[in-house]
C-alpha cells in the first residue's frame, strides 16, 4: 500500500469515526424523508428510530435496517445519542425538545417549536 491509499484510508477511518449517533422521532413523511435523505448521505449513523404505528415504523427501516424501533419516543432519550431529529406532532415538539436537550443532545425539530 502506498502512502497516498495509506492516508486515504485514515481519513476514511476518521471520517467514519466522527459520524454523530442519531435517533428520530416521527416517521411521517417529514420525518422518513429526512431519515432517508441522512442515510444516504451517510454523514451520519442512524441508531434509532420512533413512531408510535408499526407501519411507520416498517416503512422507515428501509431507509435505517439496523436502527432499533420504538413505539414510545421517551424510550430514544437514554441511548447515548449525540442528536435527535424531531418529526412528531408540534402538540410534542417542546417536551421532546427540552427532554433532548437536557440529556445534552443536538436537535433539529421541524417547525413549530412549540404552539404558544
Known amino acids: 500500500m502506498n502512502t497516498i491509499e495509506s492516508a486515504s484510508l485514515r481519513e476514511a477511518s476518521a471520517a467514519a469515526a466522527l459520524r454523530p449517533r442519531l435517533g428520530f422521532l ?3 413523511w417529514i420525518g422518513t424523508h429526512r431519515l432517508a435523505a441522512i442515510g444516504r448521505a451517510g454523514v451520519a449513523e442512524i441508531i434509532a428510530i420512533a413512531d408510535p404505528m408499526d407501519e411507520m415504523l416498517a ?8 436502527a432499533l424501533r420504538f413505539k414510545n419516543p421517551d424510550e430514544v432519550f ?3 445519542l449525540d442528536g435527535i ?4 406532532p408540534s402538540a410534542q415538539h417542546a417536551q421532546q425538545c427540552t427532554a433532548a436537550l437536557e440529556r445534552g443532545l443536538a436537535v433539529f425539530c421541524q417547525k413549530p417549536l412549540g404552539r404558544n
Open 26 to 28: 416521527g416517521l411521517g
Open 59 to 66: 416503512a422507515a427501516a428501509q431507509h435505517a435496517a439496523n
Open 78 to 80: 437514554n441511548l447515548g
Open 85 to 88: 431529529i424531531i418529526a412528531t
